[in-house]
């Protein structure tokens, strides 16, 4: 399998649920990327790990968790969610090189829509 | 706070018109990139630009960077049916790889 692959691709979960989604890159990059993407909203930068370090968290509140096991794994673990959080939830990968200057694209996984009810 | 605002919104037009879309900010950007995406997809690049002035062509359209690369525009020649999904431009500054994203152009193309 190739690209980016995200699960599940939908999910209806109540806000005192907790579930996790979960990305798989089979592209060997070194930085993962979780965004939210809302109707009337610009895609949202949420976390940002590069060689599994997280090096940004965006403000997001502390009912959403990452975690990235390895370069290739990334999840986002979801508890006591708010109705307002249902969105889509992209996650990306790209390859980071040493140094400024550097234009490597995102890779973009087809997102799990998320309800919460 | 790093905006990039897209116009327009909206644009529905006949297939064979041309559009162009344009994307603004009052930041200066290393690099700028345009995706677009269908409906049930993530976002797939289309071009990244990085050089003030730039002007990179993919058969029908027409990716500008801004002299001061604080803007970029598309433009789509003889639009089809195929062109119909969202525009989103991004951009990153210089020497970090968090890109932040335009609020999106929804192009539909009518038959």
């Known amino acids: 399998e190739t690209g980016v692959t995200q699960t599940p691709r939908h999910l209806v979960m109540g806000m005192t649920n907790k579930k996790s989604l979960k990305c798989e890159q089979h592209?060997?990059?070194?930085?993962m990327y979780w965004y939210k993407q809302s109707a009337k909203k610009p895609l949202e930068l949420m976390f940002v790990?590069?060689?599994?370090?997280?090096?940004e968290n965006n403000s997001v509140p502390s009912r959403f968790s990452p975690e990235c096991p390895n370069s290739s794994h990334l999840f986002l673990h979801l508890h006591t969610l708010q109705p307002e959080d249902s969105a889509l939830y992209l996650c990306?990968?790209?390859?980071?090189?040493?140094?400024?200057?550097?234009?490597?694209?995102?890779?973009f996984g087809n997102g799990t829509r998320l309800t919460v009810t | 706070t790093q905006l990039l605002e897209q116009s327009p919104q909206f644009l529905s037009i006949q297939e064979g018109e041309n559009l162009t879309v344009y994307c603004n900010s009052s930041?200066?950007?290393?690099?700028l990139q345009w995706y677009r995406q269908e409906p049930g997809e993530g976002p797939v690049l289309l071009v990244t630009?990085?050089?003030?002035?730039e002007v990179k062509k993919l058969k029908r359209l027409t990716f500008q960077f801004g002299d001061a690369r604080k803007d970029s525009s598309l433009h789509i020649t003889a639009a089809q049916p195929g062109d119909t999904g969202l525009y989103l431009c991004?951009?990153?500054?210089?020497?970090?790889?968090?890109?932040?994203f335009g609020t999106g152009t929804r192009l539909k193309v009518l038959a």
């Open positions: 990306a990968s790209s390859q980071v090189p040493p140094g400024q200057g550097w234009y490597s694209p995102l890779h």
């Open positions: 592209l060997g990059h070194n930085a």
């Open positions: 790990y590069n060689f599994k370090e997280q090096t």
């Open positions: 930041s200066v950007f290393s690099s």
């Open positions: 630009v990085v050089t003030g002035g």
């Open positions: 991004a951009a990153a500054t210089s020497g970090t790889y968090k890109y932040i």
